[in-house]
């Protein structure tokens, strides 16, 4: 056992912890003869664990000092897990039903202790390669982003509370500067981490690289990332962090959680579900050409960003004369500036969620972590295709964002490339 | 004494407290039978003494739990003391010529003990009154900025060192929501504490509080000041915190620090600049027209910006390859490149500095705390005529600040005013 009392959780050293922390124990009834214990995490950064009885059951995931799929080389902080907790609390209590509740926190161990999502909920990744439509999932997400942001922004906190909250979150510094690297780094310059379908997509790379308008563009979305204090972001909302089933929706892993740019959370959606899209044709068979499935995804996306935008400026009419002190009633008095401040205020955040959307495109195609959307496309020229244009797409979208008028206009641009 | 330690100091328990203070009483050389003690705080939030005896001097600065000017009825955190003797330190150490040195901190007593600055010293603002040129001033807080701003923004820190000194900053909180009060909000709506040159300003205050373009782009102007912690900022850089003799320009006040977007900072400055542009004409006599010191200030104006920009950029020229994170070299490694985000990143400060600096000229004219430059005209009408003219030129600033390319059309904007 480390210094500090932490230690990793083997098989057996978690029935010992189990069985040694109260609330664990309770949840099984202290039934610990038909234990089952089952490592799930697809094992990107952490280990999860499936804890079951045959009448009760939790998961427990546990953060370790390194990233895991890399290992012991690339150190990363373990207090990312003090993050997650705060964070499915936070949005817990904001969305109770998009959101697993926590039973268990362990800041020594970096164990979270929370619900089974149980099957058939499966992570939405897999389900939108396996091209099933969930019919709820744009109603959820939309709620789950409208709220969580709405309310830990200045349009509803005080400036005292939302001081408060920054301050905490810049203690989740390590997780944010792997964000920068990743996403605003490493994909415009060479790194020895970074891959891309080769050799199809060498020159596209190359040409990501040497793309001075495109590295001024990152640079603005980089400065925004780090400097911009706007909501208690989830920090990682890719189409792997949600999982689903026909009636429902379940956001988990905020281990990146911070105070961040709106556009950051609804980019990295909207974003990897245009990824989604571009790897259709990489999954179409003889007897489903993917057609209807890619009019679905397209339709989830403008969907995403019109509910958010109606459930976003329906809680600020709901919550005018609320605690927020960003836009007095006293000053903003009259209907029509009410309604000139949210255009322009939707208007800055439509464009950070190209922006920030794109860039997370980009660096899954050419970076180190690429999406199993392409992955499991093993044809590597068919998988190249597609994810060169989705990489045009994404250039496009990141140079010319300002130009584009709603998400009517995306959706055109998407179906152009 | 209060429980917590603290008590606001009198004459006589001044001296009890330098005797009691080894730093304080060696400055003195223990000489205490000569000790004059005189009060100069000018009166708006804190005491001032200056402590002298025939050979050695310094001044002792203590906050109270309240606003000075108002009185019990406006508390305010004396833990502002802390961040002023804070931000005195760093900014101290970037520019040590500009800075007072702080000898002594009592966080408990929220006394600062630091170097007097010594006749022929004034306040800036006076000496603007007086109509007397400082050659070096633009020289000096040109360097200020550049160097106060760059050092402590992610051009130069790591984003680990950048988010400890952000966290630490959020705890300013109170001193940023006076400002947020009187600078983007009150002005704009009916408050007890806004007065004006009645009945002269009535209408044009009134035309404020109906300015619906106006309050979209204070709202803007708003979040980025709450939102972005792009530097640490002194907070309160107007002509009042800065002391200047022909050859020394000293930069003194800086408890509202945080880390706020760096063109509050400049705005501050170059607005308070144009304030006391506008004032001149109150100030003429029949001997002297102050045309050619109109003339002077609109120099100041302009040359504060230019140097600005050309030292900031040199700084980031010079430390391209130092600890800051955001442009990393492999990534900004051509000319064009770190030309065209250098192009980009000062435009939007030139940008933002237009923004904060007209909505302070705004607050000064129609908010709570008003400039001397015009408070010293005696004559109503004539301050009332001065100020019009001031606002008019700041309204256009704020409203139309994207359109304005260089700091030359500034000037000319001025002029035409
Ligand atoms: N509460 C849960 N219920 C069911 N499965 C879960 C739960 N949390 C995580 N998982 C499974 O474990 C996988 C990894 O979890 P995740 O939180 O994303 O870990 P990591 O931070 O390592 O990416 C998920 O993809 C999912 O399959
Ligand atoms: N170090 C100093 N040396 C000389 N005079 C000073 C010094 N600090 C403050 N003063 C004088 O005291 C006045 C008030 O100080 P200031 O720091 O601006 O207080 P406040 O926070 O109350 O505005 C200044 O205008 C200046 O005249
Ligand atoms: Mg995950
Ligand atoms: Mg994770
Ligand atoms: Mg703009
Ligand atoms: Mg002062
Ligand atoms: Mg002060």
Redesign the pocket.
């Known amino acids: 056992m480390a210094s500090d009392g932490f230690r990793a959780l083997e098989q057996k050293a978690l029935v010992e912890y189990i069985k040694a922390t109260p609330v664990l124990s309770q949840k099984l009834a202290n039934q610990f003869h038909e234990l089952t214990i089952k490592e799930?995490?697809?094992g990107?950064?952490?280990y999860?664990y499936?804890v079951s009885t045959p009448s009760a059951s939790f998961?427990l995931?546990q953060a370790i000092p390194y990233i895991?799929c890399i290992g012991e080389s690339w150190p990363m902080t373990k207090e990312r897990a003090y993050f997650e907790a705060r964070t499915l609390k936070e949005h817990g209590r904001l969305c109770p039903d998009l959101v697993?509740e926590v039973y268990h926190f362990d800041r020594k161990m970096c164990v979270i202790g929370?619900?089974?999502?149980q099957p058939p909920h499966i992570?939405l990744r897999k389900g939108l390669i396996a091209g099933i439509e969930y019919p709820l999932l744009t109603e959820h997400i939309s709620d789950y982003m409208a709220r969580t942001m709405f309310f830990t922004s200045l349009l509803y906190l005080t400036t005292t509370e939302h001081k408060r909250a920054v301050a905490e979150f810049c203690g989740n510094v390590e997780l944010c500067r792997l964000t920068e690297q990743v996403v605003f780094s490493d994909p415009y310059k060479v790194s020895q981490y970074n891959r891309c379908t080769s050799p199809y997509l060498d020159k596209d790379a190359e040409a990501i690289r040497e793309d001075n308008a495109l590295k001024v563009e990152i640079a603005e979305l980089k400065s925004k990332f780090c400097e911009r204090a706007q909501a208690l972001l989830h920090g990682d909302l890719h189409t792997?962090?949600i999982?689903v089933a026909s009636d429902s929706t379940q956001v988990?892993?905020p281990?990146f959680s911070f105070y961040g740019p709106m556009g950051f959370d609804i980019g990295a959606y909207i974003g990897n579900l245009i990824l989604a899209y571009f790897s259709q044709d990489g999954h179409a068979t003889e007897t489903n050409d993917r057609k209807s499935y890619k009019s679905w995804i397209l339709k989830a996306i403008e969907g995403t960003w019109n509910l958010f935008e109606k459930k976003f400026t329906a809680l600020w009419d709901e919550n005018k004369n609320g605690p927020g002190e960003a836009y007095l009633p006293d000053v903003y008095n009259n209907t029509e500036v009410q309604q000139l401040v949210k255009q322009k205020y939707m208007k800055e955040l439509f464009h950070d969620t190209l922006g920030f959307g794109s860039a997370k495109m980009i660096r899954r195609i050419v970076g180190v972590a690429h999406v199993e959307d392409f992955e499991s496309i093993s044809e590597p020229s068919l998988r190249a295709d597609c994810e060169r244009r989705a990489l045009n797409c994404a250039k496009t979208l990141l140079k010319d964002r300002e130009k584009l008028q709603g998400i009517a206009e995306v959706v055109s641009l998407i179906q152009r490339h």
Not at 114 to 117: A, D, L, N, S, T
Request: charged share 25%; aromatic share 4%.
């Open positions: 799930v995490g697809d990107n950064l952490n999860v499936i998961v995931k895991r697993p929370m619900r089974y999502i992570i792997g962090s999982m988990i892993d281990e």
